[in-house]
């Protein structure tokens, strides 16, 4: 992809979540992710000005108003403010002011990054006439009856002469709660985050709506054509708003370089939780309007101005329970019940607590304040205890001597010290329905349109204890399940049909065999070559095999031997036909045989492309280096891998040393440039 495809393809997208961010209130990335997409484009432009299209996002912010809402000129444009996630991106911000300044230690206002919706409301004779959303910085949503129905928003003041004021519409987190608690019980869809919500009621088209949504108004800013003749610093600005009668936000300060800024931060940051509605981050003003003046702007961002920002994953939140969920393993983990708190865009209400040592580290409790963090998709974790919080009401935790669901015994495990588990087996329902979720799942048989919920229902049923029953399931008993009718059922038919033909490392993976994924169902498939063969091999057999040692060998060993596992097995192998590998004639020294690990970044080859052939002559890939590990292939940013492997000795080759080594053979992958 050349420089000119990827900035039309950047700004395209760009435009795209700016509709759904400004005007439709549903954003499909985090603020991050969009960031991301910002700079990528913006330093395209920069080092490419010819490439750079009419109507750039980074110039313009081109959304038409919400169906309804006319527009409103602006007095004066209404920016945007760049940001930094990092004190590195402070520092620099904090030297380029002190450069302009001519001297060091710089006076900053600092207040905090409300996450809210930007309003401008202009006064004239003591009356509000208009307020206007930023839309694309020229022009923007006239909202202004529904500006009239929030109470926080003086309608008069006592200033006769003109007046633009900006500031934030956001609804408290209480409000927040009480909205979508109310869209559930009507059946409607709930919002991701309190900016959405305060975002879609400010552009309500019944402005008596808008009054009940419980908005706020705070402001922030008088704009340089309306900026009373005593006023010359930020902080103479929030103070004249104040004496006006606009509300502003206590928590503004008055700091000094770049230092002051950080323990400002650091500050906000260990009281957000405290506050009433959220917030992102904080702004950072150069304190003087008349260096501010002299800064100037860059594109659609004043220089004089900086959003330092919170890491989006993470925030503050209350633990209202701990329940026990059993893994298909009968592992007992407990997981945290939290008060609902929005997280990068995602209503996060559940944290993992891993197993009785992660809680006894934490010392979490029912009741607790705790720090959350979501990473990517993965169950948010808990970081810390704030027990300053504490009322003295807070009960210890303590894991259960029972399985919660089938009352068996829970125990040890003999080889993971802080894991419970019920031992139960298969008659523990729970257990039970968490393999057939395994079976279906991507990593495992993959049928599309079978997941989590069909297989409870299918359970709950009756109609599917064991994966061996998905088999024998027919139309119409799926099309009388709720939310399914013929057509979905025979989907869901197809699909399970499609999948009566897995590869044999694959049908080894779906049975869910603890401690056993798929490296070891690879080094199986290579050792033995049918299941029949596996099945029916000896412990000894089974731990001789490279990589699998005493410890999967005897989990393989057992799990084959157990009855009613051997049943299940028998009805299951008989219902499918299962590929065993084609043998492989393709050998290639110094490859064929050896254990590979991939990692970083590779030229022009993706990961699993370079897996694959790498599978294609004989070799064997895993995905953690440990001692038996005899190649990293390593690329750009390699990390803590490339770290163990030079720490074991381990040889790391580049993808032209592993090209050297297939030396010209005909499967050698052909490199696909990546810009």
Request: aromatic residues 6%.
């Amino acid at each position: 992809m050349n420089v000119m495809q990827r900035v039309s393809e950047l700004s395209a997208e760009i435009h795209r979540h700016n509709k759904l961010y400004y005007r439709d209130s549903t954003p499909e990335i985090s603020d991050a992710d969009y960031d991301a997409l910002f700079a990528e484009l913006s330093e395209l432009e920069k080092l490419n000005p010819l490439a750079a299209l009419p109507g750039s996002p980074t110039k313009k912010l081109d959304v038409e108003p919400a169906p309804g809402l006319s527009k409103i000129k602006h007095l004066t444009r209404m920016l945007s403010i760049g940001n930094t996630f990092l004190p590195e991106g402070v520092a620099d911000f904090d030297e380029k002011m002190e450069k302009l300044q001519g001297a060091r230690d710089v006076y900053y206002s600092v207040e905090p990054k409300f996450d809210g919706l930007a309003i401008s409301l202009v006064y004239r004779g003591g009356k509000l006439v208009s307020a206007a959303t930023r839309g694309d910085y020229e022009e923007g949503e006239n909202v202004t009856a529904n500006a009239m129905h929030i109470p926080s928003i003086p309608k008069t003041i006592d200033y006769q002469d003109e007046l633009d004021v900006r500031g934030e519409v956001m609804m408290t987190t209480e409000a927040f709660f009480r909205l979508n608690a109310g869209q559930r019980s009507i059946g409607e869809k709930e919002y991701a985050n309190a900016r959405n919500a305060a975002s879609g009621a400010l552009r309500l088209l019944d402005p008596a709506e808008t009054g009940r949504r419980g908005l706020v108004f705070t402001s922030y800013s008088i704009t340089d054509s309306t900026l009373p003749s005593d006023v010359q610093t930020q902080n103479q600005v929030m103070t004249k708003l104040q004496q006006i009668g606009f509300p502003a936000d206590d928590n503004w300060a008055i700091v000094v370089g770049k230092d002051g800024i950080q323990s400002y931060f650091d500050r906000l940051s260990g009281i957000r939780h405290t506050l009433p509605f959220d917030i992102d981050g904080i702004v950072v003003k150069v304190n003087d309007l008349a260096l501010q003046q002299e800064a100037g702007y860059i594109s659609r961002e004043p220089r004089a101005m900086l959003a330092y920002k919170f890491n989006q994953q993470e925030a503050y939140t209350t633990v209202s329970a701990i329940d026990i969920q059993i893994g298909r393993t009968g592992a007992l983990t407990p997981v945290a019940r939290l008060s609902p708190i929005a997280l990068g865009g995602v209503v996060v209400q559940n944290a993992t607590l891993h197993n009785i040592n992660e809680i006894r580290r934490l010392d979490v409790r029912v009741g607790d304040t705790v720090l959350v963090r979501r990473n990517g998709d993965v169950i948010p974790g808990i970081l810390s205890v704030d027990k300053t919080k504490r009322t003295g009401d807070e009960p210890v935790f303590h894991m259960p001597g029972e399985c919660p669901c089938c009352q068996s015994p829970v125990e040890k495990d003999k080889d993971e010290d802080a894991v419970l588990r019920c031992t139960g087996g298969i008659k523990c329902d729970e257990q039970a329905v968490q393999n057939l979720i395994y079976f279906v799942s991507r990593p495992a048989m993959n049928i599309d349109g079978v997941g989590e919920s069909l297989c409870r229902q299918l359970f709950e049923a009756s109609l599917v204890r064991t994966p061996d029953q998905l088999y024998d399931l027919t139309i119409g008993q799926v099309a009388k399940l709720e939310g399914y009718a013929t057509k979905s059922a025979e989907n869901v038919i197809a699909a399970i049909d499609a999948s009566r033909s897995p590869a044999l490392r694959k049908f080894l993976v779906s049975l869910g065999i603890r401690n056993a994924g798929e490296g070891t169902a690879k080094r199986l498939e290579a050792a033995f070559g049918s299941f029949d063969a596996i099945r029916a091999a000896s412990i000894h057999q089974l731990c001789a095999v490279r990589d699998i040692g005493d410890v999967v060998g005897a989990s393989l060993y057992y799990y084959f031997r157990d009855e009613k596992n051997a049943d299940m097995l028998d009805r299951l192998v008989s219902r499918m036909d299962i590929q065993n590998p084609v043998s492989n004639t393709n050998t290639v020294e110094g490859i064929t045989g050896k254990t590979f690990v991939i990692t970083g970044t590779l030229d022009g080859m993706s990961r699993d492309e370079a897996k694959v052939w790498i599978e294609s002559m004989g070799g064997i890939t895993s995905g953690s280096v440990s001692k038996k590990t005899d190649f990293l292939l390593a690329g750009e940013a390699a990390g803590s891998k490339l770290d163990k492997a030079v720490s074991l000795g381990v040889k790391v080759v580049g993808l032209d040393d592993l090209k050297a080594m297939a030396d010209g053979q005909e499967n050698a992958p052909r490199a696909r440039m990546r810009m």
